[in-house]
């Protein structure tokens, strides 16, 4: 471990003052790296050895002098110099100025000068590379931070801006007149109200983005006012994304209402078929039972028994009716293609619409449940076809990727211009898309007046059981 209280290299022609300094130096704890008699060697020195300090003589041998020495060891190697010198007139030290030096020792000198003079060097070179570091640190930070930073002064001028803030803004480089000019809506923006504020911009080329913008303070000094930093970010794309979950949620809310509407009726259809239908049957077969138990002759019973045995087949076709509408027993019983085509078929009956299934998945993959949502979402595009299409053929195709299932429900009729139709708000839409987002999947909608509609359903093959 080194005990000295600094490294010094002497730089003087006169051998005999030199080994006088380092006597001197060395008996106070300073370690003497060398002595250099002109410039040139000084420099040399500097090669090899870096030292503390250097005690440099302004008038050196050869032909390099002491300032000339110094001013090159300032901007090569940072090592500060203190100048020795005889001479004081006015033109030497003005050229000694310029090399920024640390300190002049006016020869001849006591050593305690000499000391002092050292010692307030090297302090002063301490803070200085503290400071630089510090300067360094926060220039780093500053330059790299992720959010975009502007620095203003005490008036609000901007004094500069990193390289994330020009980005926001859509310009590069270093603050220039162009780069102040588009950071001025910002600033503005954060000087009319304080706190956290959103303000649009445009970029050049029309981009639109939305900047989040706070402020801080940040001292300047003990006694002067403090600096203001601005701290923006982009927050265009969570607004967006706020934006889609608060349609989303206001959608599924108008789904599940509708949903529950639907619901309603189903049973208040249930709930008068099965009183109109089966009760008055029950009831005719109470009234029989009641007619057959009051002692009517054989013969005059077996008519009655006849129509009751057909008015129990009449129940039992209409209770396998009922249970149709409610489960998809075909789906059940003979898969999803046999439910699929039988749809279809009811539908073309139905409309008078040519339906042209081409599937190249293996249905048997499917998981019920899935295959329900398949099931469901075709059904909803095919009810759409009918209701707005005027379209003559339907196209039905399955094709299996590697990754995912992807289904393609396309016409030929009139489509729709998709900028002037809200597809949030259709409920049937809305539907398609929650099905098959509840298998990780999507469902979209591409449409073009004159050239028909497609609905595309993706659906990761990892949901295919």
Known sequence: MDEH???????????????????????????????????????????????????????????????????????????????????????????????????????????????NSIEIALYRQKMNTALQTSEARFRGLFENAVIGLILLDDEGRTIEANRTMLALVGLTGRTTGEAREALEPVIDAARARPGKVEKSIVRPGGERRLLQVSEAKIPKAPKSEPYTA????????????????????????ALFVNEETIRERERTRLSRDIHDVLGQMLTAHKMDLHWIKSGHRETDSAPRVDEMLEHIDGMIGFVKRVCSELRDSVLDDFGFDVALSEHVKQFSERTGTRVEIETSCESDTLGRDLAVSLLRIIQ????????????????????????????????????????????????????????????????????????????????PRGAVV
């Not at 020495?69 to 005889?86: G, K, M, S, Y």
């Not at 794309?237 to 989303?248: A, G, M, N, T």
């Not at 839409?429 to 509609?453: D, F, H, K, L, P």
Request: negative net charge.
């Open 5 to 115: 209280r600094g490294h010094i290299l002497i730089a003087e022609d006169e051998l005999i003052v030199a080994h006088s300094i380092q006597m001197r130096l060395e008996h106070h704890g300073y370690a003497v790296d060398g002595v250099a008699r002109s410039g040139e060697e000084a420099l040399a020195t500097l090669k090899s050895t870096r030292p503390d300090l250097i005690l440099m003589d302004i008038r050196l041998s050869g032909e390099i002098d002491g300032i000339e020495a110094a001013e090159r060891i300032r901007h090569d190697h940072q090592v500060p110099v203190i100048f020795l010198t005889a001479f004081t007139d006015d033109a030497t030290l003005e050229r000694a100025k310029i090399t920024e030096p640390f300190g002049y020792i006016i020869k001849p000198f006591e050593t305690r000068e000499l000391i």
């Open 230 to 253: 601005l701290f923006v970010e982009d927050v265009t794309e969570l607004r967006r994304y706020e934006q889609d979950l608060e349609d989303r949620r206001r959608a599924l809310r």
């Open 380 to 459: 909803e595009a095919l009810t759409n076809v009918a209701r707005y299409a005027n379209a003559s053929t339907v196209r039905i195709r399955c094709t299996t990727l590697r990754d995912r299932m992807i289904w393609t429900i396309a016409d030929d009729g009139a489509g729709f211009d998709m900028s002037q139709i809200d597809l949030g708000s259709s409920l049937g839409i809305i539907g398609m898309n929650e099905r098959a987002a509840s298998w990780g999947g999507s469902a979209q909608i591409v449409s073009e007046v004159g050239n028909g509609t497609t609905v595309r359903v993706e659906v």
